[in-house]
């Protein structure tokens, strides 16, 4: 469980550390959602696009290696 003020380095090394697929994040009125490797993964991507300055529609396949 973690809270939608905890910083996204920090939630990633929860899930990585405990292998969760997911958390849960609280708010002050309850649960606000789950936050998922799948999220993590867009999140990623999204990152990689804007410091490649690609938008999500018009990006080029790059090769992993």
């Known amino acids: ?3 939608s003020d905890t910083a996204l380095d920090e939630v990633l ?3 990585a550390d405990h292998k969760y697929g997911s958390v849960i994040v609280m708010g002050r009125a309850g ?5 998922t490797a799948t999220d993590a993964c867009r999140v ?16 080029e396949a790059r ?3």
Do not use: N
């Not at 649960?31 to 936050?35: K, Q």
């Not at 991507?45 to 990006?59: F, P, Y």
């Open 1 to 3: 469980i973690v809270t």
């Open 13 to 15: 090394d929860i899930m």
């Open 31 to 35: 649960v606000e959602g789950i936050f």
């Open 44 to 59: 990623f991507a999204d990152m990689l696009r804007d410091q490649a300055g690609m938008s999500e529609e018009h990006h």
């Open 63 to 65: 090769p992993l290696g």
